[in-house]
């Protein structure tokens, strides 16, 4: 990999070829994980989680209280109002996606200007 780098200033720096491969690779990568959120996700178990396991064994699930976003759009793995639920779930598990990647996105870019 040594011959794809080209050193200016002591910093390495990659080359056009490089950049072009990284981008196919991460653009792949989104669209996999889209692909996954909004048709794999509707498919996911639909048992309690750990937590909500255990508290159910020990008797004090009935004392859980609602999430202060209990009413949000996206709230329950779901999108609030969206009578189909196979279309609710993964709508909502490609929005989050979309808006992991952009957070990812703006921080990798935050990052790649201090340096």
């Known amino acids: 990999m040594e011959s794809e780098r ?3 200033g002591g910093q ?3 080359t056009q070829a490089t950049q072009k ?3 196919k690779f991460y653009l792949s990568f989104f669209l996999v994980a889209i692909a996954l959120a909004g048709g794999a996700s509707y498919y996911a178990s ?3 989680d750990g937590l909500e396991k255990v508290a159910e064994e020990e008797g004090f699930l009935d004392t859980a209280k ?3 976003v209990a009413d949000s ?3 329950d793995y779901g999108i609030l109002g969206l009578d189909n639920e196979r279309l ?3 709508l909502a598990g490609v929005i989050g996606v979309i808006a992991t990647a ?3 996105l703006a921080l990798f870019t935050l990052l790649r200007k201090k340096r």
């Open 6 to 8: 080209h050193y200016v």
């Open 12 to 14: 390495a720096r990659m």
């Open 21 to 23: 491969s990284l981008k």
């Open 46 to 48: 639909t048992q309690p």
């Open 66 to 68: 609602d999430s202060a």
């Open 73 to 75: 759009p996206l709230s």
């Open 88 to 90: 609710s779930v993964g």
């Open 102 to 104: 952009l957070v990812a």
